[in-house]
């Protein structure tokens, strides 16, 4: 059985039951779905626990059995609302699903001519035009580029002009977790060459100019440092995330 799924965000493969891409960090709905499913069960299988022993329970009385029985109910509500709100707010953006005959006509035009518009682009190298070509598909019109040509140098576009955009947050004399974050993982995406050999020629002068004085100077990893992480938060071509934000979370402080 496939236990592998695409991304609708970043077109990443990732496990099926992944509750969100270890990537870009969108959620997957249906691993999502499954997880909760799998905490009800977990939450009934306790709460029939607590009833096979009716002694017990009546013993305790309020402050027991019966009480252990309300928090496990509440607490299950809780949840069912939280996940309910984070799949709305995560989902309401996601790329649209084209379902009618003219809706995909539409889509697949869309494609063709966002590929023609990235790879002028890209042969103009135009980087922030490609990130406006990638960043309009994903975020406003909710169509994946997927497959396109140069799609790796319009999502490297894209991380390129994020990086810019979150630089300035390291003159701030306190920086937030998530700041933190940002900076790290787009450093690192450029560090690894995660953009592949289509965007080689215009990246790498930016990686070994820009980003790694960054990285060395201002955010304190050492070169040893970078590639002993490599197996850890790579999963090639791409880098993870999550692992990334693990795995360099301890440095944060040190960021200037």
């Known amino acids: 059985m496939d236990t592998k799924i695409i991304c609708i965000n970043c077109g990443a493969e990732i496990e099926k039951d992944s509750t969100r891409c270890p990537y870009c960090g969108y959620i997957n709905v249906e691993g999502a779905e499954k997880k909760f499913l799998s905490d009800l ?51 309401r953006d996601e790329p649209k699903l084209f379902m ?11 494609v063709e001519q966002a590929g023609e518009q990235l790879t002028e682009a890209f042969e103009d190298e135009d980087i922030a035009r490609m990130a406006d070509i990638f960043d309009t598909a994903y975020s406003r019109d909710r169509v994946s580029l997927w497959g396109v040509d140069h799609y790796e140098a319009g999502y490297a576009s894209s991380c390129y002009m994020k990086l810019q955009q979150c630089l300035p947050n390291l003159d701030k004399e306190e920086m937030s977790v998530k ?78």
Do not use: W
């Open 100 to 110: 009618s005959a003219d809706e995909q006509a539409y889509a697949s035009a869309y």
């Open 179 to 256: 700041e933190a974050e940002e900076i790290t993982y787009y450093c690192f995406y450029f560090y690894y060459r995660a953009y592949g050999d289509d965007g080689a020629d215009l990246f790498d002068p930016i990686r070994d100019d820009l980003v790694l004085p960054v990285i060395t100077e201002r955010l304190g990893f050492s070169v040893e440092d970078m590639e002993n992480f490599r197996k850890r938060v790579c999963d090639p071509p791409h880098v993870n995330r999550s692992r990334v934000y693990k795995a360099t979370k301890k440095y944060y402080k040190d960021y200037k």
């Open 41 to 91: 069960d977990e939450i009934d299988r306790n709460i029939k626990e607590t009833k096979k022993e009716p002694v017990k329970a009546l013993a305790k009385g309020f402050t027991g059995g019966t009480k252990t029985i309300l928090i496990t109910v509440t607490v299950l509500l809780i949840i069912a609302i939280l996940i309910a709100v984070e799949l709305f707010r995560e989902t």
